[in-house]
Nanobody, 126 residues
């Protein structure tokens, strides 16, 4: 059974950093694309960053380019999202997702992914 568990969210001041983790169980992440998505209250879920199965290709939303970095450690079956220079507009529930049909989502599209974690809250506020 595919299971994804996010961790690392919390409350941080503007300009601060957080590292989110997405641990997979029930399958091996090595062969599949992974994405980080977020959903703020009253807004649609959006793609933040995606990484290919090999780790050689990545996608970042324009709003996070230069601030967020996605990485994967296949030995630990875990994917990370390093978030620096956080802004209040980054406040949202962050989800990781995967899908065993794809090795990459070129535009980090929500509908490309069928297996989702439960989410972790990130709040950026002074």
């Amino acid at each position: 059974q595919v299971q994804l568990v996010e961790s690392g969210g919390g409350l941080v001041q503007p300009g601060g950093s957080l590292r989110l983790s997405c641990a997979a169980s029930g399958f091996t992440l090595d062969y599949y694309a992974i994405g980080w998505f977020r959903q703020a209250p009253g807004k649609e879920r959006e793609g933040v960053s995606c990484i290919s199965s090999s780790g050689s290709s990545t996608y970042y939303a324009d709003s996070v380019k230069g601030r967020f970095t996605i990485s994967r450690d296949n030995a630990k079956n875990t994917v990370y999202l390093q978030m620096n220079s956080l802004k209040p507009e980054d406040t949202a529930v962050y989800y990781c997702a995967t899908d065993r049909r794809i090795v990459m989502s070129d535009y980090c599209t929500v509908t490309d992914f069928g297996s989702w974690g439960q989410g972790t809250q990130v709040t950026v506020s002074s």
